[in-house]
C-alpha cells in the first residue's frame, strides 16, 4: 500500500504543475478511462490490440512498464527524442554503445533523466489511468516491452487520427474515443462505431491494415488537395454510414489533427 501511494504522490507532484501548462486532451469517452488496460498480477497490459500511433500496435501481452514526459531539453531546446524511441535497456540510455557516433549521443542530462524513467516499472493500473489523466498527451511516452525479453524496452509518443483513438475490441476495428473539437468529432465520428474502410480501402477488421489506409489516404489527399476524405462507419445495429473527415489546412499541425 505504501509503495502504490508512494507513486501516486511522485506521479502528482510531476503531473500538477504540467496540467497547468498544457492540459491532457480532452477526449468521448475520456482517454484515461478507455485505454483497455489489464491487470495481471505485477504486470500492466491491454485487454485487446490498440494503436498508440500510426506504427505502434500494443498487444495483450506486452508489458507496460512506465509513462512520462520529458522535462530536460534536448539541445536544440526540444524534447523529441527520436534517438531514444527504440532499443535495447543499454543503448536506450545513454545511445552511446560501440556503433554509436557523437552525433548519436543523447545530452548527458536527457540520457540521465532517461534512465530513471527505464528504470522505473509501474506494476498497478492505476498509475497509467492516472498519467493518461494528468500528462500532456502530445508530449507523454509509454515505455513497453514487447516480448519476453525485458532488456528490449520500447518507447512510443501518443499520436492519434484525427482525433480517432482506436482499438480492436471483440475482433473489430473500433473507435474507442473521440478527441473534442478534432476533425473526427466534426465529422460526427462517435464511440464504439465500427471502422469499416477508410478512403475507399477495406480495413478488414484488422487493426495494421486501418493504420496503412489511414496513412495512405491522408497522403493521397494532401498529394491530390482533396477537401476531405471519406470513413464507412457501422453502428451496433449494424447499419453502416459514411463520414466525411476534412483535411487540415496543413499536414504539421498538433496530436490529433494531421501528422
Do not use: C
Not at 17 to 37: G, I, R, S, W, Y
Not at 88 to 114: C, I, Q
Not at 117 to 146: C, G, K, S
Not at 210 to 238: D, W
Amino acid at each position: 500500500m505504501l509503495h502504490r501511494l508512494f507513486l501516486f504522490a511522485v506521479a502528482i507532484a510531476i503531473a500538477a504543475p504540467l496540467h497547468a501548462q498544457n492540459d491532457p486532451v480532452k477526449m468521448t469517452p475520456e482517454f484515461a478511462l478507455t485505454f483497455p488496460l489489464a491487470q495481471n498480477g505485477t504486470t500492466v497490459s491491454v485487454k485487446y490490440p490498440v494503436l498508440i500511433n500510426p506504427d505502434t500496435i500494443i498487444q495483450p501481452g506486452m508489458t507496460l512498464r512506465v509513462m512520462y514526459i520529458l522535462h530536460t531539453a534536448n539541445a536544440d531546446g526540444s524534447s523529441d527524442l527520436i534517438l531514444a524511441h527504440k532499443g535495447n535497456m543499454e543503448s536506450s540510455y545513454a545511445r552511446a554503445g560501440a556503433a554509436a557516433s557523437e552525433k548519436n549521443k543523447l545530452p548527458p542530462e536527457v540520457a540521465h533523466e532517461l534512465e530513471g524513467y527505464r528504470r522505473t516499472i509501474w506494476e498497478v493500473a492505476n498509475n497509467f489511468i492516472l498519467a493518461m489523466a494528468q500528462y500532456p498527451t502530445d508530449q507523454m511516452h509509454l515505455i513497453y516491452v514487447p516480448g519476453t525479453d525485458t532488456r528490449d524496452l520500447h518507447d512510443e509518443r501518443f499520436s492519434f487520427f484525427d482525433g480517432l483513438m482506436v482499438g480492436l475490441p471483440d475482433g473489430k476495428v473500433t473507435v474507442l474515443a473521440v478527441e473534442k473539437d478534432s476533425y473526427a468529432d466534426h465529422a460526427g465520428i462517435k464511440a464504439g462505431e465500427e471502422i469499416v474502410s477508410v478512403g475507399g480501402i477495406p480495413v478488414q477488421n484488422n487493426i495494421a491494415t486501418f493504420a496503412t489506409a489511414f496513412s495512405a489516404t491522408k497522403k493521397a489527399s494532401k498529394e491530390n488537395e482533396t477537401s476531405s476524405y471519406p470513413i464507412v462507419l457501422r453502428s451496433g445495429k449494424g447499419e453502416t454510414r459514411t463520414a466525411n473527415i476534412s483535411m487540415p489546412p496543413s499536414l504539421k499541425g498538433g496530436l490529433m489533427n494531421g501528422f
